[in-house]
T-cell receptor
C-alpha cells in the first residue's frame, strides 16, 4: 500500500517559536494532502486541504496565518505552526491522496506528529 | 452534508468473543465508507472500505464490515476478538456526490475505544 511519512514524530518547543512539520508521500504522487488535528480522546478535525501548486483551503475557524501550509511538490507538504502557544499542543496528522490508479481517491495517513509547546 | 455517528464511546469484549463496533452515516449521494484503527500516539491504519459491490467487506486482521443501505449502517465486526485488537476505531464516510478528482474530504466519527479483556 501507499506510504506516507511525517517528520518529526515528536517535537517540543518554547512558546513563541515556529515549528515545521513535513508530510511526504513515499511511493506515489499526492495531488492532494490533508492536515488534521486530534485532541486527546477525540476524533480528527480537518484543518486544511492542499493541492499541489495552489493555496491551501482552510476549514472554518482555522487561522491560516498561524498554520501555514505549503504543498510545493507532489510528494511533500509542510505545516508550519507560527508563534506557537501551549494551546497549539496537539497531535497533527497528515494524509495524502492521488488521482490514479484507483477509481476513487483513498486517503493514506501519516503516523502523526506530537507537538508540545512549553 | 455528510455525517458519521459512532454511538458507543467504548466497547468492552472478552477475548475470544465476537465484537461489533457500530457506525451509521448520512450522505446525499452514494457513500464510500471506511474503517480505520488508531493505536496510542500513532496515525490511522486502514482496515477496510466499501465502495460498491458485495455488502460484506473483508479487511485486515480478520475484520469485516457489512454495508446496510436501508439502515445506513456500516458496522465493524470480528468473529473472535484478540487482546491486541484493543485500540481506537474510526468510521469515516465520503459522499460520492462530491466532485473534484484528486481532492475530497473524509468525515470521521468520534471514535470508539475497543477494550478486549483477557
Amino acid at each position: 500500500g501507499a506510504v506516507v511519512s511525517q517528520h518529526p514524530s515528536r517535537v517540543i518547543c518554547k512558546s513563541g517559536t515556529s515549528v515545521k512539520i513535513e508530510c511526504r508521500s513515499l511511493d506515489f504522487q499526492a495531488t492532494t494532502m490533508f492536515w488534521y488535528r486530534q485532541f486527546p480522546k477525540q476524533s480528527l478535525m480537518l484543518m486544511a486541504t492542499s493541492n499541489e501548486g495552489s493555496k491551501a483551503t482552510y476549514e472554518q475557524g482555522v487561522e491560516k496565518d498561524k498554520f501555514l501550509i505549503n504543498h510545493a511538490s507532489l510528494t511533500l507538504s509542510t505545516l508550519t505552526v507560527t508563534s506557537a502557544h501551549p494551546e497549539d499542543s496537539s497531535f497533527y496528522i497528515c494524509s495524502a491522496s492521488s488521482d490514479s490508479p484507483s477509481p476513487y481517491n483513498e486517503q493514506f495517513f501519516g503516523p502523526g506528529t506530537r507537538l508540545t509547546v512549553l | 452534508a455528510q455525517s458519521v455517528a459512532q454511538p458507543e464511546d467504548q466497547v468492552n469484549v472478552a477475548e475470544g468473543n465476537p465484537l461489533t463496533v457500530k457506525c451509521t452515516y448520512s450522505v446525499s449521494g452514494n457513500p464510500y465508507l471506511f474503517w480505520y484503527v488508531q493505536y496510542p500516539n500513532r496515525g490511522l491504519q486502514f482496515l477496510l472500505k466499501y465502495i460498491t459491490g458485495d455488502n460484506l467487506v473483508k479487511g485486515s486482521y480478520g475484520f469485516e464490515a457489512e454495508f446496510n443501505k436501508s439502515q445506513t449502517s456500516f458496522h465493524l465486526k470480528k468473529p473472535s476478538a484478540l487482546v491486541s485488537d484493543s485500540a481506537l476505531y474510526f468510521c469515516a464516510v465520503r459522499d460520492e456526490a462530491y466532485s473534484g478528482a484528486g481532492s475530497y474530504q473524509l468525515t470521521f466519527g468520534k471514535g470508539t475505544k475497543l477494550s478486549v479483556i483477557p
